[in-house]
């Protein structure tokens, strides 16, 4: 199993990304991910699934699962550890897909 720290410098830089918005379908707000130390590795995950998914549906969070490696294992056993994980595991669950708005 590859390690998060080998996957994330494959995916395209997030730079000049202050936050990423994240939202229903009906606009209710879902959340936001900063970009400050210990959030970053976020930001550029959840920026890459914007950048090939358009959406955060059920594909692009089993995507940013495999992408967060083994950190996914360790949210599973540890649930809001590491909330940016269990948002996705909650999109699997529900079938809804969230807006992502990234905000330079």
Known sequence: ?????????????ADGVQRISLS????RNAGVI????GSQ??????HHLQQKWGTLGSEAAQE???IYAEHTEDAKLNPSKHPN??????IIKSQQALNIKIER
């Open 41 to 46: 590795g976020s930001i550029r995950v959840y």
């Open 1 to 13: 199993m590859q390690k998060f720290s080998d996957i994330l410098p494959t995916l395209a830089p």
């Open 34 to 37: 900063e970009n400050k130390p």
């Open 85 to 90: 994980i269990d948002r996705l595991f909650e």
């Open 24 to 27: 229903h379908a009906d606009g």
């Open 64 to 66: 940013g699962l495999a």
